[in-house]
């Protein structure tokens, strides 16, 4: 089990991806994936005020649905 | 009208705190295991804010950080409550992918009624939390919700490590009212039928 554990622990970096199951959105799939969101500014250190690009700051929408993948981690 | 919420947005030299909004927020667990390989599972939440208290995540950041700290300020996990759109998570069409995906079958239903969500917008519903986030005057999250019920934990070193996905702090007022919500959420009664 501590094997198992580890590998959840380091699981971006030891990760052995044998199948994934992404998230399918289509043109028939009304549900919008958080990747289709519009990218949001980031702040630098001396940041804390906004400036120009507030205005796409303040068009971002809450995002619409929890995405799931799944993986499986070969032993 | 909800209380409109009033944040920052903090330094990346700030500590992770309660009231910080991050996107993405990526939980996992192993959802079964054989002989060959373990199956994991990964939700990931597009926005969630923290629910646990400051000084925790401050101290648990720290021995993260520093990779040195004393017992009584180790905590295994951090609280989020996730955020959702207002509108989509009404018919429960923000979990259509994890029903799909766990292979559960979605029945149709309301999660919430219209009356709920007037209840949730004077600050009074039990399970939700509407939520406006203003940043200087102006609206950055807005038409959102928070479900008390979907709390979820992850490492304090997922959220250092993904620091820059933190968007907003919330101010002070309106963080300790998502935790004081939080607390009356999880320590309510309900008398089976």
Known sequence: MSDYLKSISNLEKDITVVETESPVVNAENP???????PPLITE?????????????????????????RKYRLKK | MPTCSKAVIPKN???????????????SYIDSEDDAGVNVVEFEFPLAVIISQACDAIAMETIITEQKGKPTKFMPSILLCPIYDKTISKKGEHLIDVF?????????????????????????????????VVIDDKEVINNAIIDFKHYFTVPMSYLVKHKEDRLFHLDD???????????????RVAIPN
Not at chain 2, 13 to 27: A, F, W
């Open chain 1, 31 to 37: 549900i919008v994936s958080a990747s289709s969101i």
């Open chain 2, 100 to 132: 799909s995906k766990l292979n559960l079958v979605l029945e149709k239903e309301e999660v919430y009624h219209s009356d709920d969500y007037k209840v949730a917008q004077r600050d009074w519903h039990y399970r939700f939390h509407a939520l406006d």
């Open chain 2, 173 to 187: 007022l309106f963080a300790e009212q998502l935790s004081l919500k939080f607390a009356t959420f999880i320590s």
């Open chain 2, 13 to 27: 030299s700030q500590p992770i705190m309660q009231g910080d909004i991050y996107k993405n927020v990526k939980y």
């Open chain 1, 44 to 68: 630098a250190d001396s940041g804390g005020v906004l400036n120009q690009e507030s205005e796409i700051l303040a068009e971002y929408q809450a995002p619409k649905t929890i995405i799931v």
